[in-house]
């Protein structure tokens, strides 16, 4: 009786590998698997967060829409006109309500001079 039990479960410890290795040659890789977990458990922990960042654009979308409508042409005229944000402090609003931006001063008491524009190469010119 020993023998047939042992016999029995060699037999089936030996056929273990071989019904396993075929599962994975027909299915995904390990890493395939890993990744689709991984990607499934970040998609379902990220749900409740997307959803109330959805509602958020559904309130304020169209107010911002509008906000960049009436200011996007000033802001891109502004954009154009300051070559180097670095030469100004941040803004600052006075008592009054008014803001204001002041450009920094050099260690010697002098506005940075703004640098010159630089030249376009002639047409048909290639930089390398």
């Excluded at 023998?3 to 030996?14: G, K, V």
């Excluded at 395939?32 to 990607?39: K, N, R, T």
């Excluded at 509008?66 to 042409?73: D, L, R, T, V, Y």
């Amino acid at each position: 009786m020993k023998q047939i039990a042992s016999l029995a479960l060699m037999a089936t410890l030996a056929a273990a590998p071989v019904t396993a290795q075929d599962a994975t040659d027909t299915d995904k890789s390990l890493m395939e698997q890993g990744a689709e977990l991984f990607f499934k458990g970040l998609r379902e922990e990220m749900e409740p967060t997307l959803d109330s960042l959805r509602g958020l654009a559904e309130e304020y979308g169209p107010s911002m829409r509008s906000f960049f409508e009436e200011m996007g042409p000033a802001l891109a005229d502004m954009a154009s006109q300051v070559q180097d944000w670095s030469a100004y402090h941040a803004p600052e609003m006075l008592e009054n309500g008014d803001i204001i931006i002041r450009k920094k001063v050099t260690p010697e008491g002098e506005a940075p001079i703004d640098p010159a524009p630089e030249e376009e190469p002639p047409s048909g010119a290639t930089d390398i």
